[in-house]
């Protein structure tokens, strides 16, 4: 159990639709990491929030969004829905974030699947 | 910016020592290459990172090569519970240019 959690692990939609994943860091880090992992495109770095701010962009799409909350927690927003978003989405976070030699702890991932 | 490339698959047998090497030809100087192992339905867990030479803890060692450009995982006497994909990262930058590369992953079958 790395500490990092997300709900809810699983998600059924429809297309057009939106959804909100929610992730809580691991106690003490400041720092909150979205993926997406899907069978053509592997392990994909969409965004990272710091204490709150906007630290990194991925390959995030402009029908995506996220925000870190006061208390740490993150939200992930998925919105006019595709096929092709059917995916895992992982949040990952670490200490502070600063640098490439920061380690991540990844959370469990919510399961996505659009119909 | 950094690509990497992985095996896409590895066998080996329960005791043998298992060597995976990830290509980053265009790893920059401050770049880190970290390790994770994803089981399925699990987020990647952390295995090793290093910078350069080589890096061991108690379950994996890391060589990285003077060019640094490739890493090789070393896992020492596997078990069947080591069947998992590995991925390697390229990370680099810092702030609004931090870029995360992860390989496609290597699915090592660890067979009695």
């Known amino acids: 159990d790395s500490g990092v959690t997300q709900t809810p692990k699983h998600l059924i939609t429809a297309t057009g639709q939106r959804v909100t994943l929610r992730c809580s860091p691991r106690s003490g880090d400041l720092s909150v990491y979205w993926y997406q992992q899907s069978l053509d495109q592997g392990l994909q770095f969409l965004i990272q929030y710091y204490n709150g701010e906007e630290r990194a962009k991925g390959n995030i799409l402009e029908r995506f969004s996220a925000q870190q909350f006061p208390d740490l927690h993150s939200e992930l927003n998925l919105s006019s829905l595709e096929l092709g978003d059917s995916a895992l989405y992982f949040c990952?976070?670490?200490?502070?974030?600063?640098?490439?030699?920061?380690?991540?702890?990844f959370g469990p991932g919510t399961r996505l699947l659009v119909l | 910016l950094a690509k990497t490339t992985q095996p896409i698959s590895m066998d080996s047998y329960e005791g043998q020592e298992v060597n995976i090497t990830c290509s980053h030809n265009n790893i920059a100087t401050n770049d880190y290459i970290t390790w994770y192992q994803q089981f399925p339905s699990q987020g990647p867990r952390f295995i090793i990172q290093g910078y350069k030479t080589k890096v061991t803890n108690e379950v994996a060692s890391l060589f990285i090569p003077a060019d640094r450009k490739s890493s090789t995982l070393s896992l020492p006497r596997v078990s069947l519970s080591d069947t998992a994909v590995y991925y390697c990262l390229v990370a680099s930058g810092m702030d609004s240019s931090y870029k995360l590369i992860f390989g496609s992953g290597t699915r090592l079958l660890v067979r009695p």
């Open positions: 990952a976070s670490s200490v502070v974030g600063s640098g490439p030699q920061e380690t991540q702890y």
